[in-house]
C-alpha cells in the first residue's frame, strides 16, 4: 500500500536508541495507530498505512516505548531503545580512496567525461593541515628547512587534501601552463578545479570521480553524490584536527554557510510523502520519489545560511576562533551544499527543524 501517513525515525548507534516521530495525518484526523515490531514499523492512520522495514543491523525492542507524547504539526512522538551495529568508521557509499601503484582514471562526476585517463599512481600520500608551516616553525630549534617551500606532488604522485587532490600533470597535453587559472570540463563546462604550477592540478573531491582504470563510469545523483562526500570529509576532519565547527567557503573566500557537526552515528529512515515544491530544484528531484521510503547512515548538522549577507556578526567569530575549520569548495558546490541542507531541513518534522539559532539538517552517506 502507499506511504500515505509521513513517519520519521532517527537510530543513534552509539547511544543504542531511536526517536520514531508518526506524522499527523491531513486534517489532523485521528486516530494514529503506531504497531512497533523488532524489525519494522507500521503506522496507520484513516488515510493508509506506512510500513517501514528496518535494515538487517537494527533491531527495536518494542518493550521499552516510552515517552510517548502528541505534538501539534508533528503528529506522535515515542522513544525507545535499539540493538544496532556500532559504525566503526565514517565510509561515503560513494568512498574514493586510491592506492599507491595502481591505475586510475580520473572522471568529470557531472557528466561522466575523462579528465586524466589510466594513470598509474606511484604515491598517495596525505597532506598536512593549512597551518603546518606555522607549526614547524614553533617546533624547530633552528631555521625552518621547508620555508619557502610548497608541497607539490611530483610525477605519478597524488596529495589528497581536506576536500582536493593535488596531481602532477606534466604530460597532459591540454594542461594550461598558467598558474592559478580554472580547469574546465570540456564537455560541461563546469569547474573541476585549478592549476597551482605549470605542472600540477587541483581537483575538487565533489567534481571529480576516480575510479580503477578497469572499471566503467558509475552514474551517480549529483545531489547524493555531493552530499555524501562533503559529509564524509566533515567526519574525517573532525576526527584529525579535533573541531566541529567549519566554515564552508569558496576559493575567493566568500563564506556561505556555517557548519556545526552534531554527530556522525545517525541512521535515518524516513517514509516522505511527495511534494511539488520539489521539482523547482533540478537538482533535487533524484532526492525524492514520491511515497517512498528512504534509509542511510547520516551526520547530523547545525548551519547557518551566510548568503545576501545573513549572519555576519556570527561569521565574523567565527572567522576569529583558531578552532574552528576552513572547508572550501567551488562556489557552485557551496550552493548545492546549502539547496541540500535547506531540502533536509525541510524534510524533517517541523519540531526537529531548529535548534536555538542554528537549523537542523542530516547529510546522508
Known amino acids: 500500500m502507499a506511504a500515505e501517513t509521513r513517519a520519521f525515525l532517527e537510530v543513534r548507534r552509539r547511544l543504542q536508541s531511536a526517536l520514531l516521530v508518526a506524522g499527523e495525518p491531513k486534517g489532523g484526523d485521528l486516530p494514529l495507530e503506531v504497531c512497533v515490531r523488532q524489525s519494522s514499523l507500521q503506522v496507520r492512520s484513516p488515510e493508509g498505512c506506512?510500513?517501514?522495514?528496518?535494515?538487517?543491523?537494527?533491531?527495536?525492542?518494542?518493550?521499552?516505548c516510552g515517552g510517548l507524547q502528541y505534538v501539534p504539526?508533528?503528529?506522535?512522538?515515542?522513544?525507545?531503545?535499539?540493538?544496532?551495529?556500532?559504525?566503526?568508521?565514517?565510509?561515503?557509499?560513494?568512498?574514493?580512496?586510491?592506492?599507491?601503484?595502481?591505475?586510475?582514471?580520473?572522471?568529470?562526476?557531472?557528466?561522466?567525461?575523462?579528465?586524466?585517463?589510466?594513470?598509474?599512481?606511484?604515491?598517495?600520500?596525505?597532506?598536512p593541515g593549512a597551518n603546518?608551516?606555522?607549526?614547524?616553525?614553533?617546533?624547530?630549534?633552528?631555521?625552518?628547512?621547508?620555508?619557502?617551500?610548497?608541497?607539490?606532488?611530483?610525477?605519478?604522485?597524488?596529495?589528497?587534501?581536506?576536500?582536493?587532490?593535488?596531481?602532477?600533470?606534466?604530460?597532459?597535453?591540454?594542461?594550461?601552463?598558467?598558474?592559478?587559472?580554472?580547469?574546465?570540463?570540456?564537455?560541461?563546462?563546469?569547474?573541476l578545479?585549478?592549476?597551482?604550477?605549470?605542472?600540477?592540478?587541483?581537483?575538487?573531491m565533489t567534481e571529480i570521480i576516480i575510479q580503477p582504470s578497469e572499471r566503467p563510469f558509475p552514474v551517480i545523483p549529483r545531489s547524493q553524490f555531493v552530499q555524501s562526500v562533503v559529509a564524509q570529509r566533515l567526519g574525517e576532519l573532525a576526527s584529525a584536527r579535533s573541531t566541529f565547527r567549519f566554515i564552508i567557503q569558496d576559493q575567493d573566500g566568500k563564506v556561505y554557510i556555517l557548519l556545526w557537526l552534531l554527530n556522525s552515528d545517525?541512521?535515518?529512515?524516513?517514509?516522505?510523502?511527495?511534494?511539488?515544491?520539489?521539482?523547482?530544484?533540478?537538482?533535487?528531484?533524484?532526492?525524492?520519489?514520491?511515497?517512498?521510503?528512504?534509509?542511510?547512515?547520516?551526520?547530523?548538522?547545525?548551519?547557518?545560511?551566510?548568503?545576501?549577507?545573513?549572519?555576519?556578526?556570527?561569521?565574523?567569530?567565527?572567522?576569529?576562533?583558531?578552532?574552528?575549520?576552513?572547508?572550501?569548495?567551488?562556489s557552485a558546490s557551496c550552493l548545492e551544499l546549502l539547496l541540500i541542507l535547506c531540502w533536509s531541513t525541510a524534510a524533517l518534522p517541523p519540531s526537529l527543524r531548529r535548534m536555538n539559532a542554528f537549523q537542523v539538517a542530516f547529510l546522508k552517506m
Open 50 to 64: 506506512t510500513n517501514i522495514q528496518l535494515p538487517a543491523e537494527v533491531r527495536l525492542a518494542p518493550s521499552t
Open 73 to 127: 504539526g508533528d503528529g506522535l512522538h515515542l522513544r525507545l531503545q535499539v540493538c544496532a551495529e556500532p559504525c566503526s568508521q565514517l565510509i561515503s557509499v560513494f568512498n574514493q580512496s586510491p592506492q599507491a601503484q595502481e591505475h586510475y582514471t580520473f572522471y568529470c562526476q557531472s557528466c561522466g567525461d575523462v579528465v586524466i585517463r589510466d594513470r598509474r599512481l606511484l604515491r598517495v600520500l596525505p597532506l
Open 132 to 191: 603546518w608551516a606555522a607549526l614547524v616553525e614553533e617546533w624547530c630549534c633552528h631555521p625552518d628547512p621547508f620555508s619557502h617551500k610548497s608541497l607539490l606532488p611530483g610525477h605519478g604522485d597524488c596529495f589528497i587534501g581536506d576536500t582536493f587532490y593535488l596531481v602532477n600533470l606534466r604530460s597532459q597535453p591540454w594542461q594550461d601552463p598558467k598558474a592559478n587559472s580554472k580547469v574546465i570540463c570540456k564537455r560541461c563546462r563546469v569547474t
Open 193 to 204: 578545479g585549478e592549476t597551482m604550477s605549470p605542472e600540477t592540478t587541483k581537483f575538487y
Open 266 to 330: 545517525s541512521l535515518v529512515i524516513e517514509a516522505l510523502r511527495s511534494s511539488r515544491s520539489v521539482t523547482k530544484f533540478p537538482l533535487l528531484e533524484e532526492m525524492w520519489t514520491a511515497d517512498s521510503t528512504s534509509a542511510g547512515n547520516a551526520v547530523k548538522v547545525l548551519y547557518q545560511p551566510c548568503t545576501k549577507c545573513r549572519n555576519e556578526k556570527a561569521v565574523h567569530e567565527w572567522e576569529s576562533d583558531l578552532s574552528v575549520h576552513s572547508v572550501i569548495l567551488p
